[in-house]
T-cell receptor
């Protein structure tokens, strides 16, 4: 079974600075999807960024980018120019490529605080 | 992104009664929906996978008779907590799989259940 590990329960960053959230995973599959979801205090789960394992190029979405290291099974999220609205829980998630009926496997999350 | 609506956002019920939570995909057909439970300061715990027109697949340890899941149409899945008890109080959140090539999963807003 796949597992996702987020080793940083809490992180903090100064406004306008850059922060990197770590995520590692374990799988025997070669094709899969990786995601970062943001959960603000409202509890709404918001998709931040997605990476297909077969793509070598790291995904980027505006201020959010990932460092995908497939061999190391590492998938870190970098937030540039941090804003107060970035404060939230961030969950790394894995999903198999093979079947559409499989759910996301989540890490335990990292709580990010942004300091003004 | 795709929109998943969950209702109600907040519900308070008396111990021993049943309560229904709805999850709707508003702008796409969702053949598969997932139900999660989230305890305070924890990650999302998968309860069951709901497939349209068939019985839900429950995770180990989740009581099928207590948490009834129905997925009668391609846009609606319901979770009914039967004979609710205070320990069932929690945040419940649904998600739905889109039909895009990446099978992206989007989440509803979640429902807070308080059993008194």
């Amino acid at each position: 079974a796949q597992t996702v590990t987020q080793s940083q329960p809490e992180m903090s960053v100064q406004e306008a600075e850059t922060v990197t959230l770590s995520c590692t995973y374990d799988t025997s599959e070669s094709d899969y999807y990786l995601f970062w979801y943001k959960q603000p205090p409202s509890r709404q789960m918001i998709l931040v960024i997605r990476q297909e394992a077969y793509k070598q190029q790291n995904a980027t979405e505006n201020r959010f980018s990932v460092n995908f290291q497939k061999a190391a099974k590492s998938f870190s999220l970098k937030i540039s120019d941090s804003q107060l609205g970035d404060a939230a829980m961030y969950f790394c998630a894995y999903r198999t490529f093979l079947s559409g009926n499989t759910p996301l496997v989540f890490g335990k999350g990292t709580r990010l605080s942004v300091i003004a | 992104g795709a929109v998943v609506s969950q209702h109600p956002s907040w519900v308070i019920c008396k111990s021993g009664t049943s309560v229904k939570i709805e999850c709707r995909s508003l702008d796409f057909q969702a053949t598969t929906m997932f139900w999660y439970r989230q305890f305070p300061k924890q990650s999302l715990m998968l309860m069951a996978t709901s497939n349209e027109g068939s019985k839900a697949t429950y995770e180990q340890g989740v009581e099928k008779d207590k948490f009834l899941i129905n997925h009668a149409s391609l846009t609606l899945s319901t979770l009914t907590v039967t004979s609710a008890h205070p320990e069932d109080s929690s945040f419940y959140i649904c998600s739905a799989r889109t039909g895009d090539p990446g099978n992206t999963i989007y989440f509803g807003e979640g429902s807070w259940l308080t059993v008194v």
